[in-house]
């Protein structure tokens, strides 16, 4: 036998159908924003090396360099030991 | 494999750290982003809200997985972190004023009105508006979500006599609100 209270449940089970049958929509993009959140996290606070597309990026950018310094007229002696820094091509300067 | 073995796997693999760590995570984020922002959403009446909440959930999950002790309970161990930050953004944002625990008061003068044209869905969000953000939230947690008082009482860090107690003064001032409109048996075709 049921009691009072577990009576009263019941109505209010009943009327909180519409609710526990509702789809809810979550935006599309809801799960890429929060991936992206993570590795920007992740990145700042040191919680894993440099991701995929990070490395890759650092890749494209020493490939650029490289290729640049193999440019007639733009290559020195040396060249392709370059590591990109900055300050050695300014100590080359006149 | 079930779900229980496969999050704690997640879990072990993303306290572990480094890239493989953080993609673990992410599987964890698509297996329960869904259930998350539904409950959210409930919680806090809007899906950009809930959508807001559970992202910032997430992150704080990823950031102190470590603290997840068994991978197996993930999912409620992830719902007192959201159920935290859920109250927190409301307390932040009392201003909107449509949660606040002073709102019963004002909002069952201002809703004498229009109730009569309330039925079903929006009947029901507006009663849930009307209570204290603590009875809402238990009010969701029991007949949205369905949870027994032991997980409620977990979700809610109380105990579980506290959460008899807060529940039964929950479901008082919930039909006390929803009797006020007088939809009572309209809506449940109860006699």
Sequence with gaps: ?94 | MTSEQDDAELVRLAAARGLPGQLAFEKLVDRHQVWLVRLLAHLLGSRSDAEDVAQDAFVRAFLAIEECRDGARFRGWLRVMARRLAFNHRRDSRTRTRYEEGSAVHGADHFEAPAEQLEGRDLLEQVLGELSYAYREIMVLRFVEEMPLKEIADTLEIGESAAKMRLQRARGEFQRLYERRGRRDADTGRA
């Design chain 1, 1 to 94: 036998m049921q009691t009072p209270d577990e009576l009263e449940s019941d109505w209010i089970h009943a009327v909180f159908d519409v609710l526990r049958e509702e789809v809810i929509s979550i935006a599309a993009d809801f799960g890429d924003r929060v991936k992206r959140q993570i590795d920007q996290v992740a990145a700042t606070t040191d919680l894993r090396p440099p991701s995929a597309a990070a490395l890759l990026g650092a890749v494209a950018i020493e490939t650029t360099n490289m290729a640049t310094s193999l440019l007639p007229g733009a290559a020195t002696p040396g060249a392709d030991h370059d590591d990109g820094d900055d300050d050695d091509d300014k100590e080359r300067e006149p």
